[in-house]
């Protein structure tokens, strides 16, 4: 089985600060990783995603985000927000142990606001 | 590139009416999903293709619901007798076959919104 938590409805952070939006998950075997923004009346785009390597991935817009295998986590990140950040972001995950559906979990979602 | 398309993007029904929904995924995807969005949630799953064959549904998709996907390229939703509960924002989403299907990743199209009164 495979679940995702976004343990914040809604992140406030001022323009020009650092943002992170908090993501946890839980699978069987080795966990895919995925971050999507969604806007207002709008469909999911893609962010970027972990497959494997590197824990620090880093993706569109100047997002990125850090896998943590010890932590199982994958908190997205962005080193200064933008008014234009502002939206819903989804993490989803896939396990793929003993050759498991395609199909990915999705969290709530977290609203990110940024304050000019 | 023209992204997946959604058709209508908006539909107000009456409680008892069909509708159907449309989705023409990137060309080359042979893998379309349907997923299913009320607010404050996260899109849930409800059935994907693989080429024109339907290869996984979730128990949320209830006999009311039926998609199709005839020659693998645009796929319909169909919901039949709609309940005040259907309503929801109803999500597409295409992705291409790799050498590591865990890894692949799905694009969405801007989704139908239904309303049923």
């Known amino acids: 089985a495979q679940s995702v938590a976004q343990p914040e409805d809604q992140v406030n952070v001022a323009e020009g600060n650092p943002l992170t939006v908090k993501c946890t998950y839980s699978?069987?075997?080795?966990?895919?990783l995925f971050w999507y923004v969604q806007y207002p009346n709008r469909g999911l785009q893609f962010l970027l995603k972990?497959?494997?390597?590197?824990?620090l991935v880093k993706g569109s817009y100047g997002f990125e985000a850090e896998f943590n295998k010890s932590q199982t986590s994958f908190h997205l990140k962005k080193p200064s927000a933008l008014v234009s950040d502002s939206a819903l972001y989804f993490c989803?995950?896939?396990?793929?142990?003993?050759?498991?559906?395609?199909?990915?979990?999705f969290g709530r979602g977290t609203s990110l606001i940024v304050h000019p | 590139d023209t992204g997946v398309s959604q058709d209508p993007r908006h539909k107000i029904t009456k409680r008892g009416q069909n509708v159907t929904f449309r989705c023409d995924p990137i060309?080359?995807?042979?893998?379309l999903y349907w997923y299913r969005q009320t607010l404050g949630q996260g899109p849930e799953f409800l059935t994907y293709?693989?080429?024109?064959?339907?290869?996984?549904k979730s128990r949320l998709l209830s006999d009311r619901f039926s998609a199709e996907r005839p020659k693998g390229s645009f796929s319909t939703l169909e919901i039949q007798r709609t309940e005040q509960g259907d309503s929801a924002m109803y999500l597409c989403?295409?992705?291409?076959?790799?050498?590591?299907?865990?890894?692949?990743?799905?694009?969405f199209g801007p989704g139908t919104r239904l309303l049923v009164l």
């Open positions: 989403a295409s992705s291409r076959t790799s050498g590591n299907p865990a890894g692949e990743t799905q694009y």
């Open positions: 699978v069987s075997g080795n966990p895919y």
């Open positions: 972990y497959i494997t390597g590197d824990n």
């Open positions: 989803a995950v896939r396990d793929m142990k003993g050759g498991g559906s395609y199909i990915p979990t």
């Open positions: 060309s080359e995807h042979n893998r």
């Open positions: 293709f693989q080429n024109e064959a339907q290869l996984e």
